[in-house]
């Protein structure tokens, strides 16, 4: 892939030379209050043109739970063919975990996230009876940091407990604001020697999911604003990717130019073939 991506006006441009999108939710579709009705509208004249599309998304629940917040927030039905989240991995993980018995878990994260466990074999414990953590996020993600949560954390370490990360995200964009995702506590807890599992972007689990979603597509594309997350995961698998700008990256950039593109590329050592301030058809 080309380390200076092409300025796109819309995915038009190039959406002949994919059969599927793998498209990002979270900065790209919506802001977590409205959705972006360009990227709707794009999405239907992708489905509608040239292939699936296939929603990937970090958040820390199953698909049905994001098909209700589309319903909340007022995301339309027919522009995505199916959805695929990091929650509905470490769901699986945990159903896995609780087969033999019933699992003791310390639940790191809202009470909004419950249903990512609700119905399996889990006894919510504290850190001293637990034998895994279940990161999902902050409590409050409106007023915490990750340093509020330094000493739980180290009370996580000093039990030995690895925690499943449900959500690799680091920030997530929500109505104009950054805030803070259960990846940021996960890299603290690695930061002080924790061993933590990660489901979702970049990993590469979740893209063989994905692209089990899409069907038998021969040449898809990746669209997310997550440098860190959708297209570095985009690069590991080795499909071509579009970036985002106007999204978690939007204050690093600035304006939307190859030299500050190439700058931020090579300050996280990720590519893109193409890049655009927000999806557009």
Known sequence: MDQFPILLTGLREIAGDYDALVCDVWGVLHDGVRPHWPAVEALRRFRAERGPVVLLSNAPRPPAEIVKQFEQIGVPPDCYDAIV?????????????????????????????????EGLNVDL????????????????????????????????????????????????????????????LARAYEAIGGEVIYYGKPYLP???????????SRRPLIVGDGLETDIRGAN????????????????????????????????????ARAAMAALAW
């Open 85 to 117: 989240t990091s929650g509905g991995a470490a769901r699986e993980d945990i159903a896995r975990r609780a087969a033999a018995g019933p699992l003791a878990m310390m639940h790191l994260g809202p009470e909004r996230d419950v249903s990512l466990f």
């Open 125 to 184: 414990v504290g850190p001293d009876k637990a034998s895994v953590v279940l990161a999902t996020g902050l409590y409050d993600d409106e007023t915490e940091t990750a340093e509020h949560y330094r000493d739980i954390l180290a009370g996580l370490k000093s039990h030995g407990l690895t925690m499943v990360c449900a959500n690799p995200d680091i920030i997530v964009q929500r109505g104009g604001r950054l805030l803070l995702c259960a990846g940021a």
């Open 206 to 216: 979740i893209y063989k999911a994905a692209l089990e979603a899409a069907g038998a």
């Open 236 to 271: 590991a698998v080795g499909i071509d990717a579009l970036f985002i700008a106007d999204g978690v990256h939007g204050d690093e950039i600035g304006a939307l130019t190859h030299g500050n593109l190439a700058a931020l590329f090579a300050k996280k050592s990720v590519s």
